[in-house]
């Protein structure tokens, strides 16, 4: 949950309620423990991307094989995250920005966090954090990638395309509206829309290659 807090005319922030924290009856706060995919595979915050030596989207989805109290759910959410920052043009998700999540016994996938469209900005870099089989651009999908990376996270290919597409029509119908829920909070409205047809752009192509 988040909403916009207004520090003066010029500069708004988002507030968001923390996933790892619960408040009781009596206002006590519990923490939950968070470990992201780099501290649990033992490797230094330095080397978070994968052609640093950081966590792959195979060993990643090892990970959670491995870990999560309930693997076949937590897989899944993966596949969605990694295909829903593909679609909004986030090339940052790296090892860090996956996290496990340890709550009242159980291990899951942290919900997702830092996400931005690096898309929007060209001065920062656009190769994916994470290949996608060997493609790490999006100019480098085929159809035949998307049989590859399934292979390579042991998911089915029919349900990697059902899920493509499934997310892709979401955001193809949702993002303007997104947009413009957002933009009425009092932030910035030409941003939002530049936002929502970078991932509309983005949609086609890997909806056309899937």
């Known amino acids: 949950m988040g ?6 005319e010029s500069w708004y922030y988002l507030l968001v309620t923390r996933y790892d924290r619960r408040h009781n009856a009596t206002g006590y706060i519990t923490r939950f423990h968070q470990e ?4 649990a595979m033992g490797i230094p915050p330095e080397h978070k991307y994968a052609t640093e030596g950081g966590p792959t989207f195979k060993t990643s989805f090892e990970l959670l094989r491995r870990v999560a109290t309930r693997p076949a759910i937590e897989t899944l959410k993966l596949v969605d995250a990694a295909i829903f920052n593909l679609i909004v ?7 860090k920005n996956f996290s496990l999540l340890y709550d009242t016994g159980e291990t899951r996938l ?6 931005l469209c690096t898309a929007a900005y060209p001065d920062v870099a656009t190769r994916l954090a994470m290949q996608f089989a060997d ?5 480098e999908f085929t159809p035949r990638l998307w049989d590859r990376f399934a292979k390579i996270i042991e998911v ?35 941003a939002l829309g530049r936002f929502a047809e970078i ?5 086609a192509v890997l909806l056309d290659q899937a």
């Open 3 to 8: 909403s916009p807090v207004v520090i003066n």
């Open 36 to 39: 992201d995919f780099c501290q």
């Open 89 to 95: 043009g986030n090339a940052d998700a790296h090892g």
């Open 110 to 115: 942290a919900p997702l966090y830092d996400l």
């Open 135 to 139: 493609a790490s651009d999006l100019k």
């Open 156 to 190: 089915g290919a029919p349900y990697l395309r059902r899920r493509l597409f499934r997310l892709g029509q979401l955001v193809l119908r949702e993002a303007d509206g997104v947009a413009g829920r957002i933009a009425n909070q009092g932030f910035d409205g030409d």
């Open 199 to 203: 991932a509309r752009s983005r949609c």
